[in-house]
């Protein structure tokens, strides 16, 4: 069973910057699809970005493509999200996923596809 914890969130301006954490506990060795995911207040869960453990490839959407970077630190078990250039459209409840594959694929984006879910950490941006 994988559990993950994320940190790092916080209230920042506009223009500013945080890097989010999410450690994971439980690791048994297979290759994962770790992603980021986030979701406001009445709105729908937004996949962010993600990560392929087993080589690296990583993937965005095209609302924080340029502005956040999605990286992971393999042995400490770790996934970050550096965001930059925040906006008050990016203030959301940010979650960390991940779901054993040997690849992330198109369905990367989608909520569903992931069987492991951080607790969330807030992200606040004012203007």
């Known amino acids: 069973q994988v559990q993950l914890v994320e940190s790092g969130g916080g209230s920042v301006q506009a223009g500013g910057s945080l890097r989010l954490s999410c450690a994971a506990f439980?690791?048994?060795?297979?290759?994962?699809?770790l992603a980021w995911f986030r979701q406001a207040t009445g709105k729908e869960r937004e996949g962010l970005a993600a990560?392929?453990?087993?080589?690296?490839?990583?993937y965005y959407a095209d609302s924080v493509k340029g502005r956040f970077t999605i990286s992971q630190d393999n042995a400490k078990a770790t996934l970050y999200l550096q965001m930059n250039s925040l906006k008050p459209e990016d203030t959301a409840m940010y979650y960390c996923?991940?779901?054993?594959?040997?690849?992330?694929?198109?369905?990367?984006?989608?909520?569903?596809?992931?069987?492991?879910w951080g607790q969330g950490t807030q992200v606040t941006v004012s203007s």
């Open positions: 439980g690791y048994t060795g297979r290759s994962y699809c």
């Open positions: 990560i392929y453990t087993g080589g690296g490839s990583t």
């Open positions: 996923a991940a779901v054993g594959s040997a690849f992330c694929g198109s369905w990367w984006s989608r909520g569903p596809s992931y069987a492991y």
